[in-house]
Each structure stands twice: as structure tokens, then as C-alpha cells.
């Protein structure tokens, strides 16, 4: 007996690591694993409450603030409590990405709300710091990218083939390597460089897939500059064949379309439809054209400012007023950034509202697209893949009527402007889209590649 007593005894003597001043009989902390729901939500309320203590109180108030949460394996830090007055957040496995800890969009008041789940979209910035062996070309072309002054999938590749001829005509083979082997991982740079910029259009990819397909069957024995010369050469034709030639085709077909005392609608500016509208003119067809525009890139006024220089008669107006306007419309003409083998037209943001409400009224839609622009992706909406428009003056074409300072977005910490650039028309909502390999209903667009004669683009 006297021996379990002496026991008992032992047990509830302090431990040598426990802080003094604590009561000998004292339980032992438990671990989380062993507390019910109620009491992990109960400490935590009381280590909120002691780090909000400790925030109020000053530095002087830390160690209280550290005892008070000795019993946490690792407490959260002053800086993810909320101040007074604002509802605490839970801190649970919600609120983890793959085991790390959430960025948490209110830590720094002074900055501007970071929209996580478009993070992923394309930032438009300017490129950093040349890595590698950047020609002055590829670095000047970058710049143009990342300030949108080289836009529409069309400018992007020709400008990007004319910048990469300038690369190779004054690209040295080192010693004991190959034009065709090296000149590759001296091209490598300088696309990374240009994606860097601004994220590479499904134009560009697949124009810089070919021209490595023309490197890589280079002939070995040709001398250097004359395998230079050729390489250029094919990258002229590339040029002609898919972009100016296939132009005129589609300007010839879709100009059928068009009959006299037409009132065309089209969105934004696409350089196809432009061409295809100014030749109509020309052959003397008499129609009328409704432009219809958005913010930020308000492109429409480009292709306004074209159309009215030659004598079309134009309508111009936002895109939330094209439900007044579409029931006068006779067809659509709308232009495409890329074209996918399920039928789908990534587009200018906005093409896929004037496509649904076109079809609701009836009015036939009709996508005017080069077949180089074809991906062999499948592509179900406009989330996964986007970019965001630079950021204008939204207030820049109002009468201001009180200091502009008072009238700007920007610059708030609570605010944060999103302008994708890009949205997915579905094919549900076209009617046809223009080729120069013919008309195709968007239920056949896988074809292209057959239709071109070749397996893949």
C-alpha cells in the first residue's frame, strides 16, 4: 500500500520541463488528435483571442501572447489574424493547398486583392531580364508583345517569322556542330523570351513547329548561309501560303455572303473581316455595317475609323447594347484567334455573347478563319486557358465633369480589374466557318488536317 501511494505520489509531481508556476496536479496538454471538435474549436477561440490581445497591446505583449498558445504545435502568425472588429476566419485543411497553408488575400491591407483562381490566366508584364543569348531583335519584338502594340494572331506570327529571319541570317555555326542540329538550341532562347513576354498564341506554336520541321531536314551538306538562305525562304512562303494567300481566298468566299442592302453586324476587329468587308465594297456590293465594341481594347474604333475612310455606312455601339441592333442584322462576321478540332472559336471576350444572341434571333454566324490557326485540342470553356488585357483609363472617352482623380479605378486595395481577353464560342452557336480550304459546318472542323492533305498540321 505504501508503495502505490509513493506512486501516485510521482505521477502528479510537476514535471521537470514544465514552466513554473503551474499546479502540480495539472493534466498534461492533449493532443489534437484526442480532442473532441469542441475543444479544438475552443482553443482556438482562445489563442485568437490572445493573439488579438497581444496585436492591440503592442510588442510588449508578445510573451503573453506566446505563453498563451504553448499548447499549439505551431501557432499561425500575428499577421493572419484579423484586426478588431473584422470576422475571424476558420484555419482548417480548407484552407490548405497540397499541404501548404493558402495564401491568404488579406495579409498585406496596402496591396491590391490578389483574384487567386485567375491566377493562372496570362499576365500581361513586360519581359524580364534577357536569359541567354538574346538577339536585339527577339528583344524589341518582346517588348511590342507585352505593350499590345503587335496585336491579332496574324500580326503576332508574320512579326515573329520576320524576327526570327533576321535570327538566322545572323546565326554562326560553332565549330564541329551542324546547321541543323545547333540552330534549334539557338532558337530555344529566344521563343522562351517571347512566351515570357506574352503566352504564345496556337498561330505562333504552330508556325515555330513547322520552321523546326524545315531546320531539322536541312540538308548537311549545303553550305551554311545557303541553308540559311533556304530556311528563309521557306519561311517567306509560309507567310504567302497560310496567311496572305489564304486571305484572299477566304475574302473571295465570305464576299459571296454578302448581297446588296446587307447590314452586316461584326465584333471588335478582325483583320480577315476587315479585308473581307473592304472587298466587298469594292466589287460595289451597298451594304451597311454594325460595329460592335468593348472595353478596354475598344479595337472596334480601328475598324470603324477603316470602313468609314472608304464610305461604308456604320453603326457603332457597346456590346451591351447589341440586343437593340441584332434583330437588324442580315449575318454575322466575327474573326477567331484559334479554331479546335470539337467546333469550338476561341475569340476576342464578347464573340461568344454576339454568337448566343445572333442564334436566339436566328441570324446565321459565320466564322471567318485561316486554317493555321486549327489546334488539334479540345478546349471546353475559357477558364483554363486565358490571358488579361492591359489595363486602360476606363473613364478616358467620358466628359469629366470633377477631377479625374475622383473617377479612377485604380490604385484601391480592395478592388481588382479582370479583363480576360479571350472567351469560347461553342459550335452550337456558329453556322459556318469561312476557310481558304472551303466552307465548313463546325461539326466537321476535325477534317482541316485531311482537307490540307496531311495527317497534322
Request: with cysteine; hydrophobic share 40%; proline share 7%.
Amino acid at each position: 500500500m505504501t508503495e502505490s501511494v509513493t506512486t501516485i505520489k510521482a505521477i502528479a509531481s510537476p514535471l521537470p520541463s514544465q514552466p513554473q508556476g503551474e499546479a502540480s496536479g495539472s493534466q498534461p496538454p492533449k493532443s489534437q488528435k484526442n480532442m473532441t471538435k469542441a475543444e479544438r474549436r475552443e482553443q482556438q477561440e482562445k489563442q485568437r483571442a490572445a493573439k488579438a490581445a497581444a496585436k492591440s497591446a503592442g510588442p510588449s505583449a508578445k510573451p503573453a501572447a506566446a505563453a498563451g498558445g504553448s499548447n499549439v504545435k505551431s501557432a499561425p502568425s500575428a499577421a493572419t489574424v484579423p484586426a478588431a472588429g473584422t470576422p475571424a476566419k476558420r484555419s482548417d485543411r480548407r484552407g490548405t493547398v497540397s499541404g501548404r497553408e493558402a495564401p491568404n488575400m488579406f495579409d498585406e491591407p496596402g496591396k491590391a486583392r490578389g483574384l487567386r483562381i485567375f491566377s493562372h490566366f496570362g499576365l500581361p508584364k513586360p519581359p524580364g531580364q534577357a536569359k541567354g543569348d538574346i538577339h536585339p531583335a527577339i528583344i524589341r519584338l518582346g517588348l511590342q508583345f507585352s505593350e499590345f502594340k503587335i496585336a491579332g494572331a496574324n500580326a503576332r506570327c508574320i512579326a515573329t517569322l520576320t524576327a526570327f529571319k533576321t535570327v538566322i541570317q545572323d546565326y554562326v555555326t560553332p565549330p564541329n556542330n551542324t546547321l541543323s542540329r545547333h540552330l534549334m538550341t539557338h532558337l530555344s532562347p529566344q521563343i522562351t523570351h517571347l512566351v515570357s513576354a506574352r503566352p504564345m498564341s496556337v498561330t505562333m506554336g504552330n508556325a515555330i513547329r513547322q520552321l523546326k520541321l524545315e531546320i531539322s531536314g536541312s540538308d548537311i551538306d549545303l553550305p551554311e548561309q545557303d541553308a540559311k538562305d533556304a530556311l528563309c525562304l521557306k519561311i517567306d512562303n509560309y507567310i504567302r501560303d497560310r496567311i496572305i494567300i489564304a486571305d484572299q481566298v477566304i475574302q473571295e468566299i465570305a464576299g459571296n455572303k454578302i448581297k446588296d442592302g446587307d447590314v452586316i453586324l461584326t465584333y471588335a476587329r478582325s483583320s480577315v473581316v476587315e479585308k473581307v468587308l473592304l472587298r466587298a465594297h469594292a466589287e460595289g456590293k451597298q451594304f451597311s455595317v454594325i460595329v460592335v465594341d468593348s472595353r478596354p481594347m475598344l479595337e472596334g474604333k480601328k475598324l470603324l475609323s477603316v470602313l468609314t475612310s472608304v464610305g461604308i455606312q456604320c453603326t457603332y455601339l457597346l456590346l451591351p447594347a447589341i440586343g437593340a441592333v441584332i434583330t437588324e442584322a442580315s449575318i454575322v462576321f466575327v474573326g477567331a484567334h484559334s479554331l479546335h478540332s470539337n467546333g469550338a472559336v476561341f475569340s476576342r471576350a464578347g464573340t461568344a455573347l454576339v454568337a448566343m444572341m445572333a442564334k436566339q434571333h436566328s441570324v446565321p454566324v459565320v466564322v471567318c478563319c485561316e486554317t493555321y490557326k486549327f489546334s488539334e485540342t479540345v478546349q471546353l470553356d475559357s477558364f483554363i486557358k486565358n490571358e488579361l488585357a492591359p489595363a486602360g483609363d476606363l473613364f478616358s472617352s467620358f466628359p469629366i465633369t470633377r477631377p479625374k482623380s475622383t473617377l479612377t479605378l485604380s490604385g484601391q486595395s480592395n478592388l481588382e480589374i479582370l479583363n480576360p481577353l479571350y472567351d469560347l464560342t461553342p459550335p452550337s452557336s456558329i453556322t459556318a466557318v469561312v476557310t481558304e480550304v472551303g466552307v465548313i459546318p463546325p461539326s466537321s472542323i476535325s477534317s482541316i488536317p485531311l482537307a490540307l492533305g496531311r495527317s497534322t498540321l
